[in-house]
């Protein structure tokens, strides 16, 4: 959340429920529960009738918190887990956490609280991704989102390193879905990967998921000091909101162009509507351009088949999913 002050933080939410009609509000960081006055906003986002999700590195959930935050209204919990193994939690969480994350959850589910685990892909990790099924199993957690890297912040330095190759992602989510069977566990993608490297609508117990800027789903991302910006991974700013109204910032020509333009690689693809290129925001940040691929994309296209059996397959899961939907 940043420094800002709570009255601030509260002009922030009151302008953000306002104004965009939301209803869903996820708090996030850095870490969010090192707020002295976190549960003063979720008190008040709970008192203007919007959900709430809590987004944590779970190291601070000790039982305590856990009852407040379940006392004011949390209703969703996300928690990184980034291994089942402890070196590469702490490796990629850059800090010795994942006893205290585990702990944590197991306070949750304690609790019976609403837990959802977040697994960041990555070429150091992603081998491992079953493993920390198997433990969010033994944890009773009932759903795991998977994240492939996207480049940004800290990763910006040796992006190139950290990205999981095709082949690692599809042997990951095989396993991923042969357990899927055997426990009460979902799992979602939660960052895009592209049909044309890896056959993501496979399995029937996997949920694809894709950029949502533009869509009905949209999810901003609002700084401690008010800056709108189309996601968490883009640095661009589009507007305060604080100065302007949400309507107005909206209307930035950078909004326009990230959910118009395709790159050409890209453009004739059966699942362009669908996949719009992987992460708009990853390949502006890397390249200064929407014209640019995705870096995944850029990285492996020599493996990329558009024309290939899994793209059709996604288009086909995406058309049946609409049809079931009207």
């Known amino acids: 959340m940043g420094e800002v002050s709570t009255a601030d933080a509260l002009r922030i939410l009151a302008k953000a429920i306002d104004e965009t009609g939301c209803r869903e509000i996820t708090l996030s960081g850095g870490e969010p529960l090192l707020r002295e006055d976190v549960f003063e906003m979720i008190r008040y986002i709970k008192k203007r009738r919007v959900k709430v999700a809590l987004v944590t590195n779970g190291t601070l959930l000790n039982d305590q918190r856990v009852d407040k935050c379940l006392g004011e209204?949390?209703?969703?919990?996300?928690?990184s887990l980034l291994s089942d193994r402890e070196d590469l939690?702490?490796?990629?969480?850059?800090?010795d956490s994942f006893h205290k994350a585990v702990e944590g959850i197991i306070n949750l589910r304690n609790?019976?609280?609403t837990v959802y685990t977040f697994f960041v892909g990555t070429r150091r990790n992603i081998t491992t991704f079953r493993g920390a099924l198997e433990l969010n199993v033994l944890l009773g957690v009932r759903n795991v989102a998977l994240g492939r890297f996207v480049p940004g912040g800290e990763g910006m330095k040796r992006w190139k390193d950290l990205l999981p190759p095709p082949e690692m992602v599809q042997a990951a989510l095989d396993s991923a879905s042969e357990l899927a069977r055997r426990y009460p566990v979902a799992i979602s993608i939660s960052t895009?990967?592209?049909?044309c490297l890896v056959d993501i609508a496979r399995h029937e117990n996997i949920t694809p998921g894709f950029c949502t800027v533009g869509r009905k789903t949209t999810l901003f991302a609002i700084d401690p000091v008010g800056n709108v910006k189309v996601c968490s991974h883009s640095p661009?700013?589009?507007?305060?909101?604080l100065q302007k109204p949400f309507k107005e910032i909206v209307k930035h020509p950078f909004l326009r162009d990230f959910v118009e333009i395709l790159p050409a690689y890209c453009r004739d693809c059966e699942a362009a509507a669908i996949c719009r290129g992987g992460c708009r925001s990853s390949a502006h940040l890397c390249y200064?351009?929407?014209?640019a691929e995705d870096p995944y994309l850029w990285t492996w296209k020599a493996r990329a088949d558009k024309n290939s059996p899994a793209v059709a397959r996604l288009v086909s899961k995406a058309s049946e999913g609409m049809s079931r939907a009207r």
């Open 236 to 241: 661009t700013v589009l507007g305060n909101i």
């Open 111 to 113: 609790k019976n609280a």
């Open 73 to 79: 209204g949390v209703d969703v919990f996300q928690v």
């Open 89 to 95: 939690h702490n490796e990629l969480a850059g800090r």
């Open 288 to 291: 200064g351009s929407f014209e």
């Open 192 to 195: 895009p990967i592209m049909p």
